[in-house]
């Protein structure tokens, strides 16, 4: 096989070494739990790479379809004893099958309009205003389900409205805030801007609360993370690159998220999967790596006190731990947070730290069983008796949303941040 294709797995060769098969990562493996098959799980993939690098398997439909079969979730990473980087390992796999085999008709598709900020601005519009012809509404208020199948997407997917005008069009590049108090810029997201604006909103709304300046750079561009899980890492790191530039302009404490995906991609793979190939970008990553911070993380290191911001009508609530926020050890602030607003009652579901199965585009490839795995999250959300399900990122909102609809519940899903504003003004909640 080609240097070329094959150097991705080379640069992990020595992480390979560290797998002593010992099979712990097999309990906590969403993929494993949805295929039961040996290749499914991190172990399985593991070797799967060895055999690649010994030129015994080449990369092939299976070795692709292997590869595939994983959410990225970092389970089997918190999980193993030897640090096993899994995460790291799938994404050069998938590097390596693109490189040989090229990007799917899929990936290259969406590298086009994550690279294009006015394709993708241009796009939403267009799915917004066609929407009536394209789309109806499942059950009346609550969400979209195509009229007939689209490719990749198909039509079973409930899916959340666009909204009307993009978060990042509503506001001034630099809100100014009180001396001596924190600059944040807002990292916003590809779906926090166009389809959960009201997360946004509630994130201005708190971070203003606590007196802070908040930057949200207007060359902002989308994290890459779609492009990371189809292999396309010519793209992840174009991407990087204009988000450091975008970043860097502007002198500040933290670079915050209200979007697990993207404060993960910031923090962990940035600096895994761009950084160690690039020595000249290295450092400038592990800075802003240095920096990112979730949103529910920074509020309560400043100190927010939510009986003033999120006091509102008693509902009975339950959480769900999103992958990225779990494998950083963001799982006690939030519910802390949530905890101390008045008329918010906390019931924990059973295996709240459990994937909801989106996986980025794991769920389009393999939709059927990433509903199986998220139906085990959505009967335990069911088993709490909730009114609605916090979370503190707008992928696993539109997962947990589909999986709920599937059972004509009527739980809601809301962002943490949504129930801690809900004295604020202008949020939903
Ligand atoms: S838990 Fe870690 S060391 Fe054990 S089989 Fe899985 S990846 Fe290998
Ligand atoms: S990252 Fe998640 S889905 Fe992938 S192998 Fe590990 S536990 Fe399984």
Same mark, same amino acid.
């Given at each position: 096989?080609s240097?070329q294709?094959? %150097?991705?797995l080379k640069r992990?060769?020595?992480?390979?070494k560290?797998?002593?098969?010992c099979?712990?990562c097999?309990a906590?493996?969403p993929?494993?739990s949805?295929?039961?098959?040996?290749?499914?799980?991190?172990?399985?993939k593991?070797?799967?790479?060895?055999?690649i690098?010994?030129?015994?398997i080449?990369l092939?439909?299976?070795?692709?379809?292997?590869?595939?079969?994983c959410l990225?979730?970092?389970?089997c990473?918190?999980?193993?004893?030897?640090d096993v980087?899994i995460?790291?390992?799938?994404?050069?796999?998938?590097e390596?099958?693109a490189?040989?085999?090229?990007?799917?008709?899929?990936?290259s598709?969406?590298a086009q309009?994550?690279?294009?900020?006015?394709?993708l601005?241009?796009?939403?519009?267009?799915a917004r205003?066609?929407?009536p012809?394209f789309?109806?509404?499942?059950p009346?208020?609550?969400?979209?389900r195509?009229r007939f199948?689209?490719p990749?997407?198909?039509?079973?997917?409930?899916?959340?409205?666009?909204?009307?005008?993009?978060?990042?069009?509503?506001?001034?590049?630099?809100?100014?805030?009180e001396t001596?108090?924190?600059?944040?810029?807002?990292f916003?997201?590809?779906?926090?801007?166009f389809?959960?604006?009201?997360?946004g909103e509630?994130?201005?709304a708190l971070f203003?609360?606590?007196?802070?300046t908040?930057?949200?750079?207007?060359g902002q561009?989308?994290?890459g993370l779609?492009?990371?899980?189809?292999?396309?890492?010519?793209?992840?790191?174009?991407?990087?690159?204009?988000?450091?530039?975008?970043?860097?302009?502007?002198?500040?404490?933290y670079?915050?998220?209200?979007?697990?995906?993207?404060?993960?991609?910031l923090h962990?793979?940035?600096?895994?999967a761009i950084?160690k190939?690039?020595?000249?970008?290295?450092?400038?990553?592990?800075?802003l790596?240095a920096?990112?911070?979730d949103a529910s993380?920074?509020?309560?290191?400043?100190?927010?006190?939510?009986?003033?911001?999120g006091?509102?009508?008693?509902?009975?609530?339950?959480?769900?731990d999103?992958?990225?926020l779990?494998?950083?050890g963001?799982?006690g602030?939030?519910?802390?947070?949530?905890?101390a607003?008045?008329?918010?009652?906390?019931a924990?579901?059973?295996?709240?730290?459990r994937?909801?199965?989106?996986?980025?585009?794991?769920n389009v490839?393999h939709?059927d069983?990433?509903?199986g795995?998220?139906?085990?999250?959505?009967r335990?959300?069911?088993?709490t008796?909730?009114?609605?399900v916090?979370?503190?990122?707008?992928?696993?909102?539109?997962?947990?949303s589909d999986?709920l609809?599937?059972?004509e519940?009527?739980i809601?899903v %809301?962002?943490?941040?949504?129930?801690?504003?809900?004295?604020l003004?202008?949020?939903?909640?």
């Amino acid at each position: 096989m080609s240097e070329q294709a094959m %150097a991705p797995l080379k640069r992990v060769e020595d992480q390979l070494k560290k797998c002593v098969k010992c099979g712990a990562c097999r309990a906590n493996c969403p993929a494993f739990s949805a295929f039961g098959r040996e290749p499914a799980v991190a172990r399985g993939k593991v070797t799967l790479a060895q055999h690649i690098l010994c030129n015994d398997i080449g990369l092939d439909d299976q070795t692709y379809l292997a590869m595939s079969k994983c959410l990225l979730c970092g389970s089997c990473v918190d999980k193993c004893p030897n640090d096993v980087p899994i995460d790291e390992i799938v994404i050069a796999a998938r590097e390596a099958l693109a490189r040989k085999r090229g990007l799917t008709t899929f990936h290259s598709a969406i590298a086009q309009v994550i690279k294009n900020r006015s394709l993708l601005k241009m796009g939403t519009r267009m799915a917004r205003l066609l929407g009536p012809l394209f789309f109806k509404k499942v059950p009346a208020t609550s969400g979209l389900r195509l009229r007939f199948p689209v490719p990749f997407i198909g039509n079973r997917r409930h899916l959340p409205h666009i909204a009307r005008k993009p978060f990042m069009e509503r506001h001034p590049e630099v809100i100014p805030g009180e001396t001596g108090k924190p600059r944040i810029i807002f990292f916003v997201g590809c779906m926090i801007n166009f389809v959960y604006p009201e997360v946004g909103e509630a994130a201005l709304a708190l971070f203003r609360h606590l007196g802070c300046t908040l930057i949200i750079p207007k060359g902002q561009q989308c994290c890459g993370l779609p492009g990371m899980s189809g292999g396309d890492l010519d793209t992840v790191r174009e991407l990087a690159e204009k988000n450091l530039v975008e970043m860097e302009q502007f002198e500040a404490d933290y670079v915050m998220s209200a979007c697990a995906t993207c404060s993960g991609a910031l923090h962990r793979l940035y600096p895994l999967a761009i950084g160690k190939r690039n020595p000249e970008l290295k450092a400038r990553l592990e800075a802003l790596a240095a920096k990112t911070i979730d949103a529910s993380q920074l509020l309560h290191k400043l100190g927010l006190n939510p009986a003033e911001t999120g006091a509102g009508s008693d509902i009975r609530i339950t959480y769900h731990d999103p992958c990225h926020l779990r494998t950083r050890g963001v799982t006690g602030q939030p519910r802390q947070l949530l905890r101390a607003v008045p008329g918010l009652e906390l019931a924990e579901m059973e295996s709240a730290d459990r994937c909801c199965g989106l996986g980025g585009t794991f769920n389009v490839y393999h939709y059927d069983s990433s509903m199986g795995i998220n139906e085990a999250k959505s009967r335990a959300i069911l088993t709490t008796s909730a009114q609605m399900v916090a979370t503190g990122c707008p992928g696993c909102m539109m997962q947990l949303s589909d999986g709920l609809k599937r059972h004509e519940s009527s739980i809601k899903v %809301a962002h943490t941040l949504e129930l801690l504003a809900r004295n604020l003004g202008k949020v939903h909640y």
